[in-house]
T-cell receptor, first 115, second 117 residues
Framework: AQKITQTQPGMFVQEKEAVTLDCTYD???????LFWYKQPSSGEMIFLIY??????QNATEGRYSLNFQKARKSANLVISASQLGDSAMYFC????????????FGQGTRLTINP | GAVVSQHPSWVICKSGTSVKIECRSL??????MFWYRQFPKQSLMLMAT?????????EQGVEKDKFLINHASLTLSTLTVTSAHPEDSSFYIC?????????????FGPGTRLLVL
């Protein structure tokens, strides 16, 4: 079974600062994918970044980067130079790369960017 | 990124009626779509996996006779909440799987808010 844990229910950060959202996971699958999604108050789920378990380098997408530490089973999201529009819920998710391939989500972290 | 639409975005209905929600992948074909439910301040809970041309696979505890799923084409999946009751009020969100390029990503629709009176 897979499990995603996000231990920060809420985060408050000053605008323009960097922020790290924590995510740890547990799985017995040999290969898997890790995802981060942003959910603003409108409800839509916006895909941010993907990391494969076999990827040698940490994924980056613009201001988003994923700090992947396989031995520690962590996949933290780093947002650089935060903006007011970054305020939202953030979900970490994973799925095996073989088999059922269902996404399992963490509990989410509500990020608030203060001006 | 890929675009997934949902219709309607909002629905209010009386208890006992059935409600159909459509999920469309607009610019790609999706052999697999997923239906999730999200209660306020909670995470997404997978309800079922919808496969084009075959029966949906339901998660444990989800009543397949209450939540009917049809995946009639590579771009359309529908979820019908039959005989809806107030406890079915929730945010329903679909996703479509886009494969290729060495990674596989699920793109989500904007969601449908259902309120059953």
């Amino acid at each position: 079974a897979q499990k995603i844990t996000q231990t920060q229910p809420g985060m408050f950060v000053q605008e323009k600062e960097a922020v790290t959202l924590d995510c740890t996971y547990d799985t017995s699958d040999p290969s898997y994918g890790l995802f981060w999604y942003k959910q603003p108050s409108s409800g839509e789920m916006i895909f941010l970044i993907y990391q494969g378990s076999y990827d040698q380098q940490n994924a980056t997408e613009g201001r988003y980067s994923l700090n992947f530490q396989k031995a520690r089973k962590s996949a933290n999201l780093v947002i650089s130079a935060s903006q007011l529009g970054d305020s939202a819920m953030y979900f970490c998710a994973m799925r095996p790369l073989q088999g059922a391939q269902k996404l399992v989500f963490g509990q989410g972290t509500r990020l608030t960017i203060n001006p | 990124g890929a675009v997934v639409s949902q219709h309607p975005s909002w629905v209010i209905c009386k208890s006992g009626t059935s409600v159909k929600i459509e999920c469309r992948s607009l610019d790609f074909q999706a052999t697999t779509m997923f239906w999730y439910r999200q209660f306020p301040k909670q995470s997404l809970m997978l309800m079922a996996t919808s496969n084009e041309g075959s029966k949906a696979t339901y998660e444990q505890g989800v009543e397949k006779d209450k939540f009917l799923i049809n995946h009639a084409s590579l771009t359309l999946s529908t979820l019908t909440v039959t005989s809806a009751h107030p406890e079915d009020s929730s945010f329903y969100i679909c996703s479509a799987r886009l494969a290729g390029g060495g990674q596989e990503t699920q793109y989500f629709g904007p969601g449908t808010r259902l309120l059953v009176l």
